[in-house]
Protein backbone atom coordinates (compact mmCIF):
# COMPACT_ATOMS: atom_id res chain seq x y z
CA UNK A 1 0.00 0.00 0.00
CA UNK A 2 1.52 2.93 -1.32
CA UNK A 3 1.28 5.86 1.59
CA UNK A 4 1.06 8.87 0.12
CA UNK A 5 2.89 12.44 2.06
CA UNK A 6 0.82 14.50 3.65
CA UNK A 7 -0.57 17.42 1.70
CA UNK A 8 -0.23 15.41 -1.96
CA UNK A 9 -3.24 15.98 -3.83
CA UNK A 10 -3.34 13.59 -6.98
CA UNK A 11 -2.85 15.76 -10.15
CA UNK A 12 -4.74 14.40 -12.87
CA UNK A 13 -3.96 15.00 -16.71
CA UNK A 14 -6.82 15.70 -19.43
CA UNK A 15 -6.02 14.65 -22.91
CA UNK A 16 -8.20 16.43 -25.15
CA UNK A 17 -8.26 15.72 -29.12
CA UNK A 18 -10.04 18.17 -31.68
CA UNK A 19 -10.60 15.51 -34.21
CA UNK A 20 -12.99 13.13 -32.39
CA UNK A 21 -15.94 12.87 -33.76
CA UNK A 22 -19.77 13.19 -33.44
CA UNK A 23 -20.01 11.39 -29.96
CA UNK A 24 -18.03 14.09 -27.99
CA UNK A 25 -19.17 16.97 -29.52
CA UNK A 26 -20.42 18.34 -25.75
CA UNK A 27 -16.38 18.24 -25.04
CA UNK A 28 -14.49 20.10 -23.63
CA UNK A 29 -17.39 22.34 -22.95
CA UNK A 30 -19.03 18.82 -20.06
CA UNK A 31 -15.64 19.11 -18.43
CA UNK A 32 -16.81 22.79 -17.09
CA UNK A 33 -16.00 22.93 -13.24
CA UNK A 34 -13.24 20.01 -13.34
CA UNK A 35 -10.68 21.90 -15.96
CA UNK A 36 -10.76 24.71 -13.41
CA UNK A 37 -9.52 22.66 -10.61
CA UNK A 38 -5.72 23.44 -9.39
CA UNK A 39 -4.90 20.03 -9.68
CA UNK A 40 -6.29 19.01 -13.26
CA UNK A 41 -3.51 19.22 -16.08
CA UNK A 42 -5.11 19.96 -19.45
CA UNK A 43 -3.30 19.17 -22.48
CA UNK A 44 -4.68 19.99 -25.63
CA UNK A 45 -4.40 18.35 -29.04
CA UNK A 46 -1.22 19.25 -31.04
CA UNK A 47 0.93 17.57 -28.51
CA UNK A 48 4.16 17.12 -30.40
CA UNK A 49 5.18 16.88 -33.80
CA UNK A 50 4.91 13.91 -35.14
CA UNK A 51 2.91 12.79 -32.08
CA UNK A 52 4.27 9.29 -32.39
CA UNK A 53 7.95 9.23 -34.46
CA UNK A 54 8.36 6.56 -36.89
CA UNK A 55 10.45 4.18 -34.83
CA UNK A 56 7.95 4.08 -31.80
CA UNK A 57 5.05 3.12 -34.50
CA UNK A 58 7.12 0.47 -35.62
CA UNK A 59 7.85 -1.54 -32.37
CA UNK A 60 4.67 -2.39 -31.88
CA UNK A 61 2.92 -2.16 -35.79
CA UNK A 62 4.45 -3.74 -39.31
CA UNK A 63 5.21 -1.30 -41.80
CA UNK A 64 2.53 -3.00 -44.62
CA UNK A 65 0.42 -1.93 -41.32
CA UNK A 66 1.44 1.43 -40.99
CA UNK A 67 1.13 2.05 -44.35
CA UNK A 68 -2.54 0.68 -44.42
CA UNK A 69 -3.56 2.93 -41.96
CA UNK A 70 -1.80 6.10 -43.37
CA UNK A 71 -4.12 5.24 -46.95
CA UNK A 72 -7.27 5.55 -44.25
CA UNK A 73 -9.19 8.98 -43.49
CA UNK A 74 -8.37 8.50 -40.01
CA UNK A 75 -4.18 8.35 -40.33
CA UNK A 76 -4.50 11.47 -38.74
CA UNK A 77 -6.78 11.22 -36.02
CA UNK A 78 -5.31 7.42 -34.75
CA UNK A 79 -1.34 9.37 -34.79
CA UNK A 80 -2.95 11.68 -32.31
CA UNK A 81 -5.04 9.74 -30.34
CA UNK A 82 -2.29 7.39 -29.68
CA UNK A 83 -0.07 10.23 -29.13
CA UNK A 84 -2.30 11.40 -26.84
CA UNK A 85 -1.85 8.00 -25.00
CA UNK A 86 1.71 7.98 -25.13
CA UNK A 87 2.05 11.27 -23.80
CA UNK A 88 0.02 10.29 -20.70
CA UNK A 89 1.99 7.59 -20.11
CA UNK A 90 5.57 9.52 -20.06
CA UNK A 91 4.10 12.49 -18.06
CA UNK A 92 2.94 10.27 -15.34
CA UNK A 93 6.47 8.26 -15.35
CA UNK A 94 7.86 11.49 -15.15
CA UNK A 95 6.43 12.33 -12.70
CA UNK A 96 4.40 15.44 -14.02
CA UNK A 97 1.06 13.97 -13.10
CA UNK A 98 -0.26 11.23 -11.18
CA UNK A 99 -2.97 9.32 -13.52
CA UNK A 100 -4.64 10.77 -16.92
CA UNK A 101 -7.94 10.32 -19.11
CA UNK A 102 -7.20 10.31 -22.24
CA UNK A 103 -10.31 11.35 -25.11
CA UNK A 104 -9.66 9.67 -28.26
CA UNK A 105 -10.92 9.51 -31.65
CA UNK A 106 -10.05 5.88 -32.74
CA UNK A 107 -9.67 3.02 -30.43
CA UNK A 108 -6.96 0.84 -29.23
CA UNK A 109 -7.96 -2.62 -28.62
CA UNK A 110 -8.86 -4.01 -31.99
CA UNK A 111 -5.44 -2.90 -33.36
CA UNK A 112 -3.01 -5.80 -33.32
CA UNK A 113 0.65 -5.89 -34.63
CA UNK A 114 -0.41 -6.17 -38.67
CA UNK A 115 -3.75 -5.54 -38.43
CA UNK A 116 -6.70 -3.21 -37.31
CA UNK A 117 -10.47 -2.53 -37.61
CA UNK A 118 -13.62 -2.20 -35.39
CA UNK A 119 -12.72 1.71 -34.87
CA UNK A 120 -9.22 1.15 -33.87
CA UNK A 121 -6.15 1.75 -36.09
CA UNK A 122 -3.15 2.16 -33.77
CA UNK A 123 -2.84 0.79 -30.63
CA UNK A 124 -1.59 3.42 -28.43
CA UNK A 125 -1.56 1.27 -25.27
CA UNK A 126 1.24 -1.09 -26.27
CA UNK A 127 2.85 2.32 -27.76
CA UNK A 128 3.01 4.01 -24.20
CA UNK A 129 4.47 1.04 -22.83
CA UNK A 130 7.19 0.32 -25.72
CA UNK A 131 7.80 4.50 -25.02
CA UNK A 132 8.06 3.61 -21.80
CA UNK A 133 10.08 0.60 -21.87
CA UNK A 134 12.87 1.88 -24.15
CA UNK A 135 12.56 5.59 -22.43
CA UNK A 136 12.97 4.53 -19.17
CA UNK A 137 13.40 0.96 -18.71
CA UNK A 138 9.90 -0.16 -17.00
CA UNK A 139 9.00 -3.35 -17.52
CA UNK A 140 5.59 -4.64 -16.07
CA UNK A 141 1.87 -3.43 -16.77
CA UNK A 142 -1.36 -4.44 -16.25
CA UNK A 143 -4.47 -3.88 -18.95
CA UNK A 144 -8.10 -3.66 -18.37
CA UNK A 145 -10.56 -3.56 -20.65
CA UNK A 146 -14.05 -3.52 -19.59
CA UNK A 147 -15.16 -2.27 -23.55
CA UNK A 148 -17.97 -4.52 -24.48
CA UNK A 149 -15.86 -6.35 -27.24
CA UNK A 150 -12.84 -8.77 -26.98
CA UNK A 151 -9.55 -6.65 -26.75
CA UNK A 152 -7.99 -8.80 -29.51
CA UNK A 153 -5.52 -6.50 -31.03
CA UNK A 154 -4.27 -5.61 -27.37
CA UNK A 155 -4.11 -9.84 -27.19
CA UNK A 156 -1.96 -10.41 -30.49
CA UNK A 157 0.56 -7.90 -29.29
CA UNK A 158 1.12 -9.12 -25.80
CA UNK A 159 0.10 -12.65 -25.69
CA UNK A 160 3.31 -13.91 -25.08
CA UNK A 161 4.56 -10.84 -23.09
CA UNK A 162 4.26 -12.01 -19.50
CA UNK A 163 5.12 -8.87 -18.46
CA UNK A 164 2.11 -7.82 -19.54
CA UNK A 165 -1.10 -8.95 -17.46
CA UNK A 166 -4.21 -8.57 -19.72
CA UNK A 167 -7.39 -8.42 -18.08
CA UNK A 168 -10.48 -8.04 -20.75
CA UNK A 169 -14.08 -8.58 -19.95
CA UNK A 170 -16.05 -9.54 -23.10
CA UNK A 171 -17.59 -12.94 -24.22
CA UNK A 172 -14.97 -15.67 -23.74
CA UNK A 173 -13.36 -17.07 -21.10
CA UNK A 174 -9.63 -17.81 -20.91
CA UNK A 175 -7.23 -17.96 -17.62
CA UNK A 176 -3.94 -18.31 -19.55
CA UNK A 177 -0.56 -17.03 -17.64
CA UNK A 178 -0.90 -13.28 -18.34
CA UNK A 179 -3.89 -13.40 -20.23
CA UNK A 180 -7.61 -13.51 -18.66
CA UNK A 181 -10.81 -13.49 -20.78
CA UNK A 182 -13.73 -13.04 -17.90
CA UNK A 183 -16.57 -14.03 -19.88
CA UNK A 184 -19.57 -11.66 -18.90
CA UNK A 185 -23.58 -12.36 -20.13
CA UNK A 186 -25.62 -10.48 -22.80
CA UNK A 187 -27.38 -8.96 -19.74
CA UNK A 188 -25.60 -8.44 -16.25
CA UNK A 189 -26.16 -5.76 -13.22
CA UNK A 190 -24.03 -2.94 -12.24
CA UNK A 191 -23.62 -4.94 -8.99
CA UNK A 192 -22.62 -8.10 -11.12
CA UNK A 193 -20.29 -7.11 -12.75
CA UNK A 194 -18.59 -4.71 -10.20
CA UNK A 195 -18.46 -7.86 -8.79
CA UNK A 196 -16.24 -9.83 -11.04
CA UNK A 197 -14.19 -6.81 -11.82
CA UNK A 198 -13.19 -7.00 -7.99
CA UNK A 199 -12.71 -10.81 -7.68
CA UNK A 200 -11.05 -10.75 -11.46
CA UNK A 201 -8.88 -8.10 -11.68
CA UNK A 202 -7.80 -6.72 -7.58
CA UNK A 203 -6.19 -10.08 -6.72
CA UNK A 204 -4.23 -10.47 -9.71
CA UNK A 205 -2.97 -6.98 -9.78
CA UNK A 206 -2.13 -7.19 -6.41
CA UNK A 207 -0.25 -10.07 -6.97
CA UNK A 208 1.58 -8.92 -10.97
CA UNK A 209 2.35 -5.72 -9.29
CA UNK A 210 2.34 -3.71 -12.51
CA UNK A 211 4.50 -0.20 -12.86
CA UNK A 212 1.59 1.00 -14.27
CA UNK A 213 -2.09 0.31 -14.70
CA UNK A 214 -3.90 1.11 -18.26
CA UNK A 215 -7.73 1.11 -18.59
CA UNK A 216 -9.48 0.81 -22.04
CA UNK A 217 -12.50 2.29 -21.15
CA UNK A 218 -15.26 1.63 -23.28
CA UNK A 219 -18.71 2.55 -22.92
CA UNK A 220 -20.29 0.66 -25.32
CA UNK A 221 -22.11 -1.53 -23.14
CA UNK A 222 -23.99 0.71 -21.56
CA UNK A 223 -28.02 -0.30 -21.99
CA UNK A 224 -29.04 1.36 -25.53
CA UNK A 225 -25.32 1.84 -26.82
CA UNK A 226 -24.29 -0.79 -29.38
CA UNK A 227 -22.75 -3.28 -27.44
CA UNK A 228 -25.22 -3.22 -24.65
CA UNK A 229 -24.90 -5.50 -21.30
CA UNK A 230 -27.88 -3.61 -19.75
CA UNK A 231 -25.10 -1.47 -17.81
CA UNK A 232 -25.97 1.25 -16.09
CA UNK A 233 -23.78 4.67 -16.97
CA UNK A 234 -23.25 4.97 -13.36
CA UNK A 235 -21.28 1.38 -13.99
CA UNK A 236 -17.93 3.26 -15.35
CA UNK A 237 -17.74 5.36 -12.67
CA UNK A 238 -17.67 2.59 -10.59
CA UNK A 239 -15.25 0.74 -12.62
CA UNK A 240 -12.95 4.10 -12.44
CA UNK A 241 -12.89 4.19 -8.57
CA UNK A 242 -11.63 0.52 -8.40
CA UNK A 243 -9.24 1.15 -11.19
CA UNK A 244 -8.00 4.01 -9.21
CA UNK A 245 -7.60 2.36 -6.13
CA UNK A 246 -5.77 -0.89 -6.95
CA UNK A 247 -3.45 1.08 -9.06
CA UNK A 248 -2.71 3.45 -5.67
CA UNK A 249 -2.17 0.06 -4.09
CA UNK A 250 0.58 -1.58 -6.38
CA UNK A 251 2.03 1.37 -8.54
CA UNK A 252 1.76 4.66 -6.78
CA UNK A 253 -1.63 5.63 -8.46
CA UNK A 254 -0.20 5.58 -12.29
CA UNK A 255 -3.22 4.83 -14.23
CA UNK A 256 -4.12 6.08 -17.71
CA UNK A 257 -7.81 5.77 -18.81
CA UNK A 258 -8.40 5.32 -22.74
CA UNK A 259 -11.48 6.32 -24.29
CA UNK A 260 -12.53 2.80 -26.42
CA UNK A 261 -15.65 1.91 -27.49
CA UNK A 262 -19.28 3.91 -26.65
CA UNK A 263 -21.45 5.92 -29.56
CA UNK A 264 -24.13 7.92 -27.37
CA UNK A 265 -23.39 11.16 -27.33
CA UNK A 266 -25.90 11.47 -23.87
CA UNK A 267 -23.44 8.62 -22.34
CA UNK A 268 -20.45 10.23 -22.82
CA UNK A 269 -22.02 13.32 -21.49
CA UNK A 270 -22.94 11.92 -18.14
CA UNK A 271 -20.41 9.47 -17.85
CA UNK A 272 -17.18 11.03 -18.72
CA UNK A 273 -16.86 13.88 -16.53
CA UNK A 274 -17.59 10.81 -13.50
CA UNK A 275 -15.12 8.69 -14.75
CA UNK A 276 -12.58 11.88 -14.62
CA UNK A 277 -13.63 12.52 -10.74
CA UNK A 278 -13.23 9.24 -9.68
CA UNK A 279 -9.69 9.59 -11.21
CA UNK A 280 -9.51 12.70 -9.27
CA UNK A 281 -10.20 11.71 -5.72
ZN1 LIG B 1 -16.49 -2.38 -28.13
ZN1 LIG C 1 -11.43 -10.72 -24.13
Known sequence: ???????????????????????????PVELEGILEKPDVHFYEAFYEVPPVPEDLLLKVHTPEMIERVRQTAY???????SGGIVL???????????NAFVFTGTGDHHAGRDFFGGGCHFNGA???????????????????????????????????????????????????????DVDIPCLISDDEYLARLETEFGPRVAEFKPDMV?????????????????????????????????????CAGRAVAILCGGSRRDIARYCIPKVIAQLME
Open 1 to 27: MTVRQPGHVRRTGIFFLYLIGERLNDF
Open 75 to 81: YETALYS
Open 88 to 98: AADRIWAGEID
Open 126 to 180: ALAIANLRERYGARRFAILDTDAHHGDGTRDIFAFDEDVLHICLCSQSLDHGSNV
Open 214 to 250: FWEFGYDGTAGDYGSRGLTPDCHPAIARLVRSSAEEV
